[in-house]
């Protein structure tokens, strides 16, 4: 079945610390999103790739960064995680294409859990 | 700046009864409105969507919405609910010819009880 694969989905890194969390689709959505979500909250955006371009936020902060070296894999880099890091982060693709730009929905990976100690 | 909200932060119902999710929302020119459900250490999974056409539009489980733009609302309903409906709800716009951005409201948490 296609679908939106994070990995891994629960990690544990240290303050400080450089952790990437990863994310591959077989959809072959052109558009890519980086989500944070704390304690069931609304996802907050945090960047996106329609295609190759990339799409920052104005708030998100510079300690987060973002590679998407195909279509199918997306990365997510904290540089050095903070305790205020630890939340879901979640993937998602949307197809966006033609004319009917924004009508398409997102299909959500599972997510990954960062914890930070 | 678009913007949407849903006022209820927590709606319990009685099984087999009907539920409602709140939501409306603001734009500046028209909407593209999504419905979302996440359950408990997962993604959110896609329920329905509003772009055009008809106002009540049907979607995953049972699920349908009703698009009013008089009163800029997109509530979620279902006529008979399911212990397993309980889960968190978003709604979310889009700003139509904005950017890509999606705004998500802060979600409703839905309990439904045997």
């Known amino acids: 079945d296609a679908m939106v694969i994070q990995n891994p989905r629960y990690q544990v890194t240290q303050f400080g610390k450089p952790v990437t969390l990863s994310c591959s689709q077989t959809l072959n959505h052109n558009v890519m999103y980086w989500y944070q979500q704390k304690s069931s909250q609304a996802p907050k955006l945090l960047f996106h790739y329609y295609d190759k371009d990339f799409n920052n936020e104005a708030d998100t902060p510079d300690n987060f960064q973002s590679r998407r070296p195909n279509t199918s894999f997306c990365f997510l880099d904290i540089r050095s995680p903070g305790l205020g890091d630890a939340a879901m982060y979640l993937c998602?693709?949307?197809?966006?294409?033609?004319?009917?730009?924004?009508?398409?929905?997102?299909?959500f990976g599972p997510g990954t859990r960062l914890t930070v100690t | 700046a678009q913007s949407v909200a849903q006022p209820e932060d927590q709606v319990n119902v009685a099984e087999g009864n009907p539920l409602t999710v709140k939501c409306t929302y603001s734009?500046?020119?028209?909407?593209?409105l999504f419905w979302y459900v996440q359950y408990p250490n997962r993604g959110l999974q896609f329920l329905l969507k509003?772009?055009?056409?008809?106002?009540l539009v049907k979607g995953s489980y049972g699920f349908e919405a009703e698009f009013n733009k008089s009163q800029t609302s997109f509530h979620l309903k279902k006529p008979s609910a399911l212990v397993s409906d309980s889960a968190l709800y978003f709604c979310?716009?889009?700003?139509?010819?904005?950017?890509?951005?999606?705004?998500f409201g802060k979600g409703t948490r839905l309990h439904i009880l045997p």
């Open positions: 979310a716009v889009r700003d139509v010819g904005r950017d890509d951005k999606i705004i």
């Open positions: 998602a693709t949307s197809r966006d294409r033609g004319r009917v730009q924004g009508a398409y929905e997102q299909y």
């Open positions: 509003y772009i055009t056409g008809d106002n």
């Open positions: 734009v500046s020119g028209n909407p593209y």
